[in-house]
């Protein structure tokens, strides 16, 4: 299952650990939606993403689209609230954005969603976290990626300009206020020549 990944040339270390969330840049979206972004906040990312690969339970899916069922373009792994995640670094990152939005969130981070995709072919469509609570209260969720960039899009739901961030090797995102009801995210398709890439997601219980 194992991906040919490039590594990052700012991250040659196999220490697997944290770095401050003090860096983290707040970007108001409008309309109570904003995202939070931290570049490299995991160190040791490359190494993680090998550890992933090989520990993490990874299924296929199929979902129905339309009037046929599809392969989704991607492998999932789901950890629940009491489930042992598949690296203690990913406990400590938990708990350190428990920490840190305490205040703002009200409410602890509780599930891992985990995303494997394998190349430019997989992808994630135009979507908001709108299942459970998210699509009638403000909530977070928080993203770590690793392995190679790949661009999260984002964009208004009732139309507007759509903005990109790559974000691999350790990258943290938060979208937070109203932006799961108020703005879809996406993870392209491109034709590029690019890496295999995982995201982390955690979210709070009830939010998916």
Known sequence: ????????????????????????????????AWIDLLPGWLRGADTLFERLVSDVPWRAERRRMYEQ???????????????????????????AL????????????????LCYYRDGRDSVAWHGDRIGRGAREDTMVAIVSVG?????????????????????????IVMGGSCQRTWEHAVPKTTRATGPRISIQFRPQGVN
């Open 148 to 172: 190679a960039a790949r661009d999260l899009a984002l964009r208004p739901r009732r139309g507007g300009e759509s903005r990109r961030y790559p974000l691999g090797h350790g990258d943290l």
């Open 98 to 113: 428990c920490a840190h939005y305490a205040a703002e969130l009200g409410e602890p981070f509780t599930t891992a969603g």
């Open 1 to 32: 299952m194992g991906m040919n990944l490039q590594g990052s040339l700012f991250d040659q270390t196999d220490d697997v650990g944290l770095n401050p969330l003090s860096e983290l840049r707040r970007t108001e979206l409008g309309g109570g």
């Open 69 to 95: 069922v599809v392969d989704v373009p991607r492998l999932l792994s789901y950890y629940r609230a009491d489930d042992e995640l598949p690296h203690p670094v990913l406990d400590e990152a938990r708990d």
